[in-house]
C-alpha cells in the first residue's frame, strides 16, 4: 500500500511539473509571436488614399431649371461648359500659366482647359421678325483657360481666366438651340436670322477672395470681388460668398472643394448663398461685338420715319444665387439657382438655374 501512495504521489508530481512547463511554454510562444505581430505591424506603413490630381466639371445652366417650377425659355436661356483641371507636379513653363497672379508661394495652383456656349433669346422664340423690345438672339462659343490659386494659411485666393472664341452665327448657338429643341420635341426657334453678326469674343478676368469669417468648419463668409475687361465684357463686380453645412475648407484648394478622397469628412453637404452686385460697361451678348452688324427695324410714322434697335444696356445689376452641394469621394453635384435683375433698361428681370457635375481623379 505505501508503495502504491509513493507512486501515485511520484506521478502526481511529474504531471504537475510537466504542466507548468508546458504552460510556460506557451506563455513564452504567445509573448514571442505578439511581439512578432507587433514589429510586423511597426514595419507595414499606413496607406493613404491618393488626393486627386484632376477633376472633370460638366456646367449647365437653363432657365427652364427653376425652384418654383415655372421655367422660362428667353434672355440668358442656356450655357453650357465642359472643363478638366488638374495640377502640375512642378512648375509650367507655359507663357500663359506663368502670367497669371499666383496667391504666394505656398499657394496650391490648379490648371483648366475648356470650352463655353452661350444663348440669349427673346421670350417669343416662335416668332422669326425682329423684336426690338425683348432681349436679342445672341450666342458665343470659345475656350477657357483658367487659374485657381489658393492659399489656405492667408485665406485667400486668385482666379484668372481667359476666354477666346467667337460671337455670331460662327459660334453655332441657333443650330444647337434648334437640334436640342427638336430631340425634345420643344418649339422650335425661328429667330436666329436676327442675331449680332460674328465679331471676336475676347475676354480676360481676375477675381480675388478673402475670407472673412469661419465658425467650427460649418460656416463661411468669403468676401469677393471681379474685373472683366475684352472685346466680350468690361465690367467689375463685389460680393459675398457664404457655405453652410459640413465641408472642406474651402481655401484648402479647388480640388479638394469637390472630392472626400482621403479626407474623414466622406460625405459633404452644404448650401451655398452668393448676393453679387456688378456694373458692366460693355457686354457685346447684348450689345453685338466689334465688328457685328447689327439687326434695326424702320418704322414709319407718317411723314417720318424712325429706326428702332435693341434697349440700352443696363449698367448695374443686382443678383442672388442659392442652392446645395453634395460630395460623395469622387463625385459631386451641386444644384443653384440665380435670380438677377434686367439686363437691359426697360426690359425685365430674370431666373435661371444651374447644375454642375465634377469628377476627380
Not at 309 to 335: E, K, Q
Amino acid at each position: 500500500m505505501k508503495h502504491f501512495l509513493r507512486l501515485s504521489i511520484l506521478l502526481l508530481s511529474l504531471q504537475i511539473l510537466t504542466s507548468t512547463n508546458a504552460n510556460a511554454q506557451q506563455s513564452t510562444n504567445a509573448q514571442r509571436s505578439t511581439n512578432a505581430q507587433q514589429s510586423t505591424n511597426a514595419t507595414i506603413p499606413t496607406l493613404k488614399a491618393k488626393e486627386p490630381t484632376e477633376l472633370f466639371r460638366f456646367f449647365f445652366d437653363d432657365d427652364y431649371f427653376n425652384f418654383s417650377g415655372r421655367g422660362t425659355d428667353r434672355a440668358y436661356s442656356a450655357g453650357t461648359r465642359l472643363e478638366v483641371f488638374y495640377k502640375e507636379n512642378k512648375p509650367s513653363h507655359f507663357f500663359l500659366d506663368r502670367a497669371m497672379p499666383k496667391a504666394g508661394d505656398s499657394s496650391v495652383n490648379v490648371f483648366g482647359w475648356g470650352m463655353m456656349q452661350i444663348m440669349i433669346t427673346p421670350d417669343n422664340i416662335s416668332r422669326a421678325d425682329f423684336q426690338p423690345n425683348d432681349y436679342p438672339w445672341s450666342g458665343a462659343l470659345f475656350a477657357t483657360h483658367t487659374l485657381y490659386s489658393y492659399n489656405e494659411q492667408k485665406k485667400y485666393d486668385l482666379q484668372t481666366e481667359l476666354d477666346m472664341g467667337i460671337l455670331g452665327p460662327a459660334a453655332l448657338a441657333g443650330e444647337t438651340q434648334d437640334y436640342v429643341h427638336r430631340m425634345i420635341h420643344y418649339r422650335r426657334p425661328m429667330g436666329w436670322d436676327n442675331q449680332f453678326g460674328n465679331s471676336p469674343y475676347v475676354d480676360v478676368s481676375l477675381t480675388a477672395e478673402k475670407q472673412l469669417l469661419g465658425f467650427q468648419g460649418l460656416v463661411e463668409v468669403i468676401g469677393g470681388g471681379q474685373v472683366v475687361a475684352g472685346t466680350g465684357m468690361n465690367a467689375a463686380a463685389i460680393y459675398s460668398l457664404i457655405r453652410i453645412g459640413k465641408m472642406t475648407p474651402y481655401f484648402k484648394g479647388f480640388l479638394k472643394q469637390y472630392s472626400s478622397i482621403g479626407s474623414r469628412k466622406k460625405v459633404q453637404f452644404y448650401f451655398i448663398f452668393k448676393p453679387e452686385m456688378q456694373y458692366q460697361l460693355t457686354n457685346a451678348l447684348f450689345e453685338g461685338g466689334l465688328f457685328s452688324s447689327k439687326p434695326s427695324m424702320v418704322v414709319k410714322t407718317g411723314k417720318s420715319t424712325q429706326v428702332e434697335t435693341y434697349h440700352l444696356l443696363n449698367p448695374v445689376l443686382y443678383s442672388f444665387t442659392f442652392g446645395p452641394a453634395l460630395v460623395i469621394n469622387h463625385f459631386t453635384i451641386s444644384s443653384t439657382q440665380t435670380s438677377i435683375t434686367r439686363y437691359l433698361k426697360g426690359l425685365y428681370d430674370h431666373t435661371y438655374g444651374n447644375v454642375t457635375l465634377y469628377y476627380s481623379w
